[in-house]
């Protein structure tokens, strides 16, 4: 959150992104996400039939739909980074030979832009 406080870092949204965050059980940790994710300046990445076919391709790597529609989304958007704390994910997607996006841990992520 430092480097997006100090416009070092864009973080992007999605529809596979609004959906996980509607689905949560726990309504007051989904409060909270909403609050923040409601109040991050931030670029939305439109569903596309490239981002669909993507994560069509990505699922046969093992990667589940919701993750491989997360990766498409990041993907087909030009960016150059999918954070997550999932491990199972981090290692399908490398994987992926054509994978044009870095799916990487929090720390890793630090310690390579840092």
């Known amino acids: 959150m430092d480097l997006y406080k100090k416009d070092k870092l864009d973080i992007y949204k999605s529809k ?7 689905q949560m059980k726990n309504i007051i940790k989904k409060n909270k996400i909403i609050d923040v994710y409601n109040s991050l300046k931030s670029n939305y990445i439109d569903t596309t039939n490239e981002i669909i076919n ?10 589940k739909e919701k993750d491989a529609l ?3 989304y990041a993907e087909c ?3 150059d980074y999918f954070i997550t704390v999932d491990r199972i994910l981090i290692n399908a997607s ?4 054509d ?10 992520f ?4 840092m």
């Open 16 to 22: 596979i992104l609004d959906y996980e965050i509607s």
């Open 54 to 63: 993507k994560a069509e391709e990505l699922k046969k790597y093992n990667i």
């Open 70 to 72: 997360h990766i498409a």
């Open 77 to 79: 958007g030009n960016l």
């Open 94 to 97: 490398s994987k992926v030979k």
């Open 99 to 108: 994978l044009k996006i870095k799916v990487i841990n929090p720390i890793e």
């Open 110 to 113: 630090i310690m390579e832009v």
